[in-house]
């Protein structure tokens, strides 16, 4: 992973999870430096909730807290969702919205 991306409770996600977390993050980063045009920090907080009850260990729910920090302004955006990438894209979609917006 690139060295201006912090991850943070990477640890609780799974090997799979892991490769696309990497390679979604990886694209958007791509993304937003291009956008940006300057160096940042991408600040990514990933937590996990198990619903309790009857199905106590099959699903999970995805907290997902990302955070750009720049020379200019920190920009951040939040998603929760049952489904590990569909958080993870909806996360990034905002960021690369609010950065759109502010370097119009």
Request: charged share 35%.
């Amino acid at each position: 992973m690139i060295e201006q991306i912090k991850i943070e409770g990477i640890e609780l996600l799974t090997e799979e999870e892991k490769k696309e977390a990497n390679r979604i993050i990886g694209k958007a980063y791509e993304k937003l430096k291009w956008k940006v045009k300057n160096d940042f920090l991408l600040d990514i907080a990933v937590k996990e909730y198990s619903k309790s009850g009857e199905n106590f260990n099959k699903r999970k729910r995805y907290s997902i807290h990302a955070e750009i920090s720049g020379p200019i302004k920190v920009i951040e955006a939040s998603a929760v969702e049952w489904d590990f990438n569909k958080t993870l894209h909806m996360v990034m979609n905002k960021l690369a919205a609010e950065v759109e917006h502010l370097f119009k």
